[in-house]
């Protein structure tokens, strides 16, 4: 029996985060549907998960389709087929090197930000002060930005696929000496409309784990200092993590034969 303790309370505290997660998601997603609505805060939210997060989207898409294009030409030079090189680009990253990696760029500058803001609320008492005023927390902290980062992944990833493509654009174009209008015919002949739309499709997902992750690591935040600094922490790894499980579920719900 001493033996066994430790796994039971291993799996006891599992199946309590599960259900503490679960009740968090089921009320968060109800107050998301339900007025009263926050259009300000909504407003702000929007701004600060989308249009502060361009930046660093950007050139992380940039940089990764240049680097796509070079790796690809390397490799498909050995088989002559570096007309291939276009497919492959705009393939990639629309279905996966986009919403992925834009996705753990905004989970480390989003998600870090929504727990380390509320958990500083729930520490210094400002949550229970907003219960006292008559305000739901989560309509007010948790439901905007839920909304937000449902509805700004996707225009960030759609962002991320264009820049992601021009960026191997330039590569092909002025460095391996790529036709120009070539090189754009072959990009737009081979991409179809379910590559982009199931970019978009796991961004919308993405957004909301990362925003879901952010404020419930936020929200059940103890200890001070030291317990908001763990629950960024935990924010970011879990949103990371579920962003890469789910890719795999999405991906598997619209590529699999």
């Known amino acids: ?3 066994l303790q430790p796994i039971g309370r291993t799996f006891l505290a599992f199946l309590e985060t599960v259900g ?11 107050h998301c549907m339900r007025p009263p609505f926050y259009p300000r805060l909504l407003l702000r939210q929007m701004v600060d998960i989308g249009y502060y997060s361009m930046p660093v989207v950007g050139l ?15 490799g498909f030079a050995r088989f002559s087929a570096e007309s291939a090189i276009p497919n492959v680009v705009v393939v990639s990253i629309t279905r996966e090197l986009g919403p992925v990696l834009a996705g753990l760029m905004v989970a480390g500058r989003v998600g870090a930000s929504m727990a380390a803001e509320i958990g500083t609320m729930r520490v210094t008492e400002q949550i229970d002060a907003l219960d006292t005023l008559a305000t739901n927390p989560f309509k007010y902290l948790v439901a905007p930005r839920l909304i937000a980062g449902i509805a700004m992944l996707p225009i960030l990833v759609l962002t991320a696929d264009i820049i992601g493509v021009f ?3 330039l590569v092909s174009v002025f460095k391996l000496g790529f036709n120009p209008s070539l090189y754009l015919k072959n990009t737009w002949d081979f991409m179809e409309a379910l590559d982009v739309i199931s970019g978009l499709v796991k961004a919308s997902v993405f957004g909301f784990l990362i925003t879901l992750m952010g404020c419930y690591h936020g929200y059940n935040s103890r200890g ?3 317990g908001v600094g763990t629950a960024t922490t935990n924010a970011v790894v879990s949103a ?4 890469l499980s789910s ?3 999405i991906t598997e719900l619209f590529f699999a034969r």
Do not use: E, K
């Not at 503490?20 to 109800?30: G, N």
């Not at 990371?240 to 962003?243: F, M, Q």
């Open 240 to 243: 990371s993590v579920l962003i």
């Open 1 to 3: 029996m001493p033996i």
């Open 247 to 249: 890719n795999y579920l």
């Open 167 to 169: 960026g191997g654009y």
């Open 20 to 30: 503490r997660l679960s009740l968090f998601t089921a009320i968060s997603t109800s």
């Open 224 to 226: 001070g200092a030291q």
């Open 60 to 74: 992380t898409a940039i940089f990764t389709g240049m680097v796509l294009a070079l790796q690809s030409y390397t």
